[in-house]
């Protein structure tokens, strides 16, 4: 078992007590800082929330001797633009504002943001702006190379 599963394994029960998802797990070796992003089901986080699961997953490294350098732990929130990592998150978002880039063009588009309006057996519905006039858009999971949430102006 690498560092990263035992440290997933290690953290696990903390994540339940607090009802929030490891986003992602990643040891910057230049700065020595292990970041653990976290969010709670519904996508959000907040500040409170960090910092409790920090202190308790402090807890837990200094209980197991997992580093051999001297290192920060940075608890914090994949971010208002966060990568849409796992495509079947997408099947509870209706009404998310997303960035798409597709694998192959849509409407003659490589990529578009707007809201998603429904998925259904794979199929995303978007609706999104050209110009001024509201459009909406089908793809399929499967012709997605990147999605991200996006912020609304």
Do not use: H, W
């Not at 996508?43 to 807890?59: F, I, R």
């Not at 849409?84 to 849509?106: H, S, T």
């Amino acid at each position: 078992m690498d560092r990263n599963e035992k440290l997933r394994e290690l953290f696990q029960p903390v994540l339940d007590e607090f009802s929030v998802k490891l986003y992602e797990l990643e040891y910057l070796e230049k700065e020595r800082t292990l970041q653990v992003a976290i969010m709670k089901q519904d996508g959000t986080m907040d500040l409170d929330t960090c910092a409790d699961v920090s202190e308790k997953l402090s807890e837990i490294l200094d209980e197991n001797d997992l580093f051999s350098e001297e290192y920060t732990l940075e608890v914090c929130s994949p971010g208002a633009e966060r990568e849409i990592k796992d495509l079947a998150e997408l099947d509870g978002m209706a009404g998310a504002y997303v960035y798409v880039k597709f694998r192959e063009p849509v409407k003659k588009m490589n990529d578009v943001t707007g809201e998603i309006q429904s998925v259904n057996e794979g199929v995303i519905t978007l609706q999104y702006r050209d110009k001024a006039a509201k459009r909406t858009m089908e793809f399929n999971k499967e012709n997605i190379a990147m999605i991200r949430m996006a912020v609304r102006f």
